[in-house]
């Protein structure tokens, strides 16, 4: 496994090295352990293997003051047996979890027939990532049998229209689904069978196909590139919106509107000599972690990004919902003090 010099603990941090003008530091050693690993065979709900199934090892970790289940940066593939290894990890507690690629989407629907497919699974043989059992890997150690079967579920269709503020079809603005209520499932973007977003049509319609039953937030964002003159652009007219969905059937004739959202503005203020070079941006992030309704735009030249300019000034539009606001980029030797509105001290805290 990966260490850092005086590393003493897994996934924490390491001891920094000072080093004077012409010092020769010595004694630098790093002991490095082999790391433990976590084998079993994926199987369908008749105990048959199943090929190409991605299954990955998770962990708990705090992201934005909330807890999370985030990917441990391993992942494998079954083979024509159905088995799987995992190599390379941390001694820890992790939650196992194995999904259909991408590129295997269940058969072809029509009205006569429902589609069906496997949800993601976590072990041992649960769909509800709050009943999963975690497994404990020591130093070294190699965990066999770690095996499970996919829950299979009928698939649901979502369909319906997205308007804007003005009563106009939202053409070319895309629909995407997340796990809403995960018991800590962290940023995770839906992956339903390949079909994880779709584009709204010129008249307005989207479908989405292939999503497994359960809680899920629908966003729909709208991209600079589909609106032609970005010069011209009264940049608050991107619109976007968030609608949370509880799926057990196919759900028609939703209908979506969406909004441009509002600005945040203000200044930076540096205490004493401010550096020459301005390098800091402002960014909003939501609390949980979690994708913003707009993740893809607040970087965006359309949005200004929140770049901060010469005299201060900056600017971020398009925000909604509770949002932790600070920096990126701070120069050396520099930290953030604090953010304040209207006087209150908001640095540690959402702001909705």
């Known amino acids: 496994v990966s260490l850092e010099y005086g590393q003493a603990r897994p996934f924490e941090a390491g001891k920094p090295i000072d080093i004077t003008a012409g010092q ?16 079993g065979r994926i199987t369908d709900e008749f105990g048959d293997p199943i090929t190409e199934v991605q299954v990955e090892a998770l962990r708990y970790q705090y992201v934005n003051g909330a807890r999370q289940l985030v990917n441990a940066g391993r992942s494998a ?3 024509d047996l159905g088995a799987y290894r995992i190599f390379g990890l941390m001694p820890g507690d992790y939650i196992v979890r194995a999904s259909m690629r991408p590129n295997m989407p269940p058969g072809p629907r029509n009205a006569d027939t429902e589609s069906t497919g496997y949800p993601g699974t976590y072990y041992p043989g649960v769909t509800d990532v709050g009943q999963a059992q975690p497994v404990t890997a020591t130093l070294g150690q ?11 579920a009928r698939l649901s269709r979502i369909s319906g229209t997205v308007m804007g503020s003005g009563g106009q079809p939202l053409a070319g603005a ?9 018991n800590g499932l962290g940023p995770f973007r839906m992956n339903i069978m390949g079909n994880g977003g779709g584009q709204v049509r010129p008249d307005g319609t989207f479908q989405l196909n292939n999503v497994p039953p359960g809680e899920y937030v629908l966003d729909v964002q709208q991209r600079p590139q589909n609106i032609r003159n970005l010069q011209d652009l009264n940049l608050s007219q991107l619109e976007f919106a968030s609608m949370p969905v509880s799926v057990s059937a196919d759900i028609d004739n939703l209908t979506i509107v ?12 540096y205490q004493g000599q401010a550096p020459q070079k301005q390098t800091v941006q402002v960014v909003a992030v939501p609390p949980a972690g979690g994708p913003s ?25 398009g925000i909604a919902g509770p949002q932790i606001i600070g920096v990126q980029g701070m ?9 304040t509105i209207d006087g209150v001290d908001i640095t540690d805290n959402p702001y909705d």
């Open 24 to 39: 020769a530091l010595e004694k630098v050693d790093f002991s490095l352990p082999r790391g433990s690993a976590i084998t």
């Open 77 to 79: 593939q079954t083979d």
């Open 258 to 269: 969406t909004s441009p959202g509002v600005t945040v503005s203000g200044r930076i203020a």
């Open 142 to 152: 190699e965990l066999s049998s770690v095996g499970f079967a996919l829950v299979p």
């Open 174 to 182: 895309m629909v995407m689904i997340r796990a809403r209520g995960s």
């Open 293 to 317: 309704p707009i993740g893809m735009l607040l970087n965006s030249k359309a949005l200004g990004g929140g770049r901060v300019s010469q005299d201060g000034t900056f600017e971020l539009r």
């Open 331 to 339: 120069p050396a030797g520099w930290a953030l003090k604090s953010v």
